[in-house]
């Protein structure tokens, strides 16, 4: 018999109750088959479905051990990806808003890494000189990429690791789409601010002298997140002012200056470990995103924590903010019907390359 296949305009028009019903029994109906993962900037409607919640890292690895026959990411797409390669082929990996995507991500395409490739041969020879690491947040073409020409993948949590590795075999990086994550972690592992140029990708060889792409150790491709760069360093100046004693921690997307200016500086894992460890009484400022902070503070504030955003204004990722209840619990009665919706699905020859490219990055920061 042909499976039901249900429209998502019958879930638009649900309230979230009504969704968080069907999603509950859909979990209930599918048990082991589906695991619905969620990335730590997920709304709370939608986060309190998940099985698993994690930063980038460990939703890859989590996507990578599963057994469930339908991995539904409520995240964004390369992150969605991500569980595609790294899981086995029988398994299906669902993104429940296709829309969702990163705006940082879409700062670099094949086309204008590529382009970057050629224009640095002019100056040196990439292949024997320049590894490639591409930021998480990329488009598995990019990840491909990197497979392609003996480089790697990095998440926020093991920049640091991954540049160790890629400087062990090439004497330069290639960093992209995020300058910040770049700089940030060239800077702790003592790497000069002039020997980290900015790749402005709409320019002729990325607007650099050939001296300024010699003298590089890092070529930081001119990428940066919509949601990070709303952090400015006057926001801790100020709350400095007014709590001597407080403390700062920042996700490594933010400005160079942002990151410099506080205590700690993590993934988004990071952050939830570090100020769910601290003591009561601690008052801290945190960059990143909004979801994460509210969460955040309403599970410290019982515990004598207080924990405040960073920006006096809201901001959020708002591609996260696209998986709604409604998404969810349409490819979730659609499963139950044996129906898959937002299927994602790597090429294969992409997707292989891909595949190197992040085994390694596993392998090395394990
Ligand atoms: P994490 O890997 O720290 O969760 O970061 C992902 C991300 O997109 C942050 O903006
Ligand atoms: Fe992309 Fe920034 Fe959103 Fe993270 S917060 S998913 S980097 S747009």
């Not at 002019?122 to 598995?140: G, H, K, M």
Request: glycine share 6%; hydrophobic share 40%.
């Amino acid at each position: 018999m042909a499976a039901t296949a249900f429209a998502l305009q019958d879930f638009s028009r649900l309230d979230d109750a009504a969704c968080d019903e069907r999603i509950r029994a859909a979990k209930a109906a599918l048990g082991e088959r589906c695991v619905i993962l969620g990335h730590h900037y997920q709304r709370d409607e939608v986060f309190a479905h998940a099985d698993f919640s994690g930063d980038s890292l460990k939703l890859s690895k989590q996507a990578a051990e599963c057994d469930a026959e339908y991995i539904v990411f409520c995240g964004v797409h390369f992150m969605a990806e991500v569980a595609d390669i790294l899981s086995r082929p029988e398994q299906t990996v669902i993104l429940p808003d296709m829309a969702a995507g990163c705006s940082m991500a879409d700062m670099a395409n094949l086309r204008n890494v590529e382009r970057a490739w050629k224009e640095l041969a002019q100056v040196l020879d990439p292949d024997e000189q320049v590894t490639p690491v591409t930021y998480i947040n990329s488009a598995a073409d990019l990840k491909a990429f990197c497979g392609r020409h003996g480089g790697i993948v990095c998440t926020s949590s093991n920049a640091r690791g991954v540049l160790d590795w890629s400087f062990s075999r090439r004497e330069k990086v290639l960093f992209f789409p995020d300058q910040h994550l770049g700089r940030n972690t060239g800077h702790d592992m003592g790497i000069p601010l002039d020997e980290m140029v900015t790749w402005d990708f709409d320019k002729p060889m990325g607007g650099l002298t050939e001296e300024e792409i010699r003298k590089a150790r890092i070529i930081l491709w001119k990428g940066f997140c919509s949601v990070h760069q709303m952090f400015h360093p006057n926001h801790i100046d100020k709350f400095r002012e007014q709590h001597p004693d407080g403390l700062v921690i920042s996700h490594p997307e933010n400005a160079f200056e942002v990151c410099q200016k506080s205590d700690y500086v993590g993934s988004t894992e990071t952050i939830l470990k570090t100020v769910r460890a601290s003591e009561p009484g601690t008052h801290w400022l945190v960059g990143t995103e909004l979801n994460l902070v509210n969460r955040l503070h309403n599970e410290m504030a019982p515990k004598g924590v207080k924990v405040q955003f960073m920006s006096p204004v809201v901001c959020m990722c708002s591609t996260m903010f696209r998986t709604d209840p409604q998404h969810l619990a349409w490819v979730m009665d659609n499963l139950v019907e044996d129906h898959v919706v937002n299927r994602i699905r790597v090429p294969e020859d992409e997707a292989r390359e891909a595949k190197a490219a992040l085994d390694l990055m596993l392998e090395i920061t394990a």
